[in-house]
């Protein structure tokens, strides 16, 4: 009998198809009880390939598990379960994945109840699974990306039915909310507004690993993005494969300008955004970066060819002319906007010509930063069935060239950076040096400098004083004293206490009712202090008496008594710091 059920498997053609009647789902985490049981106390461990949305699921697995009782391990030697999650966009992703899942035999070897799962895009390709069964029959669970928000039913399912399962669907569906979620960076952030891609570039395989185009409701993405605000992360990058199509699905006039305005509104310090493109960038999403100030200027905008004749056969649907055109409106309308992009050389038939427009693209923009890659066929794109007559030597000399032209590119942005002052959002220490510490400016240039540890998670301004090319040199110029206790300032305010009273003191200023009743208090005390000065004993009892009544009427007006009753609470909380602190 066979130890495997095949629930379901991919199917590329159902992949293509759209489905307009999504909803969303917002259904209580239920926790099987044969999972509960199979997961108190067990370690897991997660490896994820790939891009930022990978991260971001390994996020919700991880959510997953914790939910079921098991904790996270860095050392895959002790884990009792194990996920891998990973990436198809090229071949050489995929090998990675292979040697992963053979390490985990020992596992199984020294553990007989060790749980091997393996998910994520390659295992949404059609055969990919079988093989997997095939050449690693300890694998106990296969599962897509659409299948996540049920790992810990296919988990139960596997444990009660003794087998092991896959279970692969590529009908997109629906959009879950209340996705668990155990977050790996306590002060940066990605949060999820698209899932999935339209677009059916003709070399990828996105459209059919994560499905077609649908949007997160807005209230959904600011609800979680508040939240973030509220625990005190310092920056949220809001994901997708084609942020820019963000809202075109809810028909209502909704669009990417309008969730970027709305999330950057909610007060994030930093607010970032990926991937753009560059056919449907439009003008009012510049302005808004234009005009926001915690909007990061820093855009990545993938280019993939420099060739009109090569983007159409590559199905990006913008020319050269209109790409550069693009380009210089960002530079005009965001002064010092970074700009960076994804290029692939070795495209089928791509002829020294079409690739000397990519070096002639590059020569002009002038990139931040540039990821290149060399093409990869991937099974079931309408590129993968073209014929290719450019032989492997010339893709990696074609390679080397680029690499040179974008260095250059580079290095003319970073060594512009030299004396100047830049604010720097702390990663924590180097990974080379425990003394060094790491971060990114607000055009996303790596800055190394040396620093105490504690300013991790801080915006702390940043000379550069050496420069090397892909990553800077610096040295602090604020005592880091002072960096960090504005951090902790601006952490206070987050604080419920702080927070009603902010509410109270806003209320109160804005008060028409309490500026009259103030203005009358002030009237009052004048005419007392004019009687005062007359000798008029009648009169000037009778305007101690109407002074006290306005005085009772302000101090008795609900406003005023909510506003004097939180700023008492906000003394004594700033008391309990101070005395922390002491
Ligand atoms: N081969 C090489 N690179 C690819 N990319 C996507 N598909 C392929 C492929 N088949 C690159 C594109 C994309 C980035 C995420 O990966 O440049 O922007
Ligand atoms: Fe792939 Fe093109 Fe969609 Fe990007 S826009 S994910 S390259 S299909």
Known sequence: MSRTIYKSLP??????????????????????????EFGEGRKFFIKTFGCQGNVRDEEILAGYLEAAGMVRTENEEEAGLALINTCAVRENAEEKVYGEIGKFKANRKKDPTFFLGVCGCMMQEEGVAKKIKASYPYVNLIFGTHNIPNLLNLIGESLARKKDLVDVISFPGDIVENLPSTRLDSYKAFVNITYGCDKFCTYCIVPYTRGRERSRAKEDVLKECKSLVEEGYQ??????????????????????????????????????????????????????????????????????SGSTSMLRLMGRRYTRESYLELVKKIRTKIPGCAITTDIIVGFPN??????????????????????????????????????????????????????????????????????????????????????????????????????????????????????????????????????????????????????????????????????????????????????????????????????????????NDPVVQNYEASKEEMEALLQEAADILR
């Open 350 to 555: 791509e002829t020294e010509e079409q690739f000397e427009d990519t070096l002639s693209l590059c020569e002009e923009v002038q990139y931040d930063a540039a990821f290149t890659f060399i093409y990869s066929p991937r099974k079931g794109t309408p590129a993968a069935k073209m014929e290719d007559n450019v032989s492997d030597a010339t893709k990696h000399e074609r390679f080397d060239r680029l690499l040179k032209v974008v260095e250059a590119g580079v290095m003319s942005h970073s060594q512009a950076m030299l004396g100047h002052v830049y604010d720097v959002l702390v990663d924590g220490p180097s990974k080379k040096d425990e003394a060094v510490l790491s971060g990114y400016t607000e055009t996303g240039k790596l800055v190394n400098f040396p620093g105490p540890k504690y300013l991790k998670g801080c915006i702390v301004p940043v000379r550069i004083v050496e420069d090397h090319a892909f990553s800077m040199i610096g040295a602090l110029v604020e005592d880091p004293v002072l960096s960090l206790a504005r951090r902790a300032g601006k952490a206070l305010e987050n604080e419920p206490v702080a927070k009603t009273y902010l509410a109270a003191k806003k209320a109160f200023e804005e008060s028409k009712v309490v500026s009259s009743l103030r203005a009358e208090v002030e009237k009052a005390q004048k005419e007392v202090a004019r009687l005062s000065a007359v000798g008029d004993d009648v009169a000037f009892a009778k305007a101690k008496k109407a002074y006290r009544s306005s005085m009772d009427a302000y101090r």
């Open 235 to 304: 920056e949220i990058t809001l994901l997708g494969q084609n942020v820019n199509s963000y809202g075109k699905d809810f028909h209502d006039g909704t669009s990417f300008a309008t969730i970027l305005r709305e999330v950057a509104a909610l007060g994030i310090p930093r607010l970032r955004f990926m991937t753009s493109h560059p056919w449907d960038f439009t003008d009012e999403m510049i302005d808004v970066i234009a005009a926001t100030p915690n909007i990061m200027p820093c855009i990545h905008l993938p280019v993939q």
């Open 11 to 36: 199917d590329l053609a159902l992949a293509r198809t759209k489905r307009d009647d999504g909803k969303t789902i917002r259904e209580p985490l239920v926790v099987p009880d044969i999972v509960k």
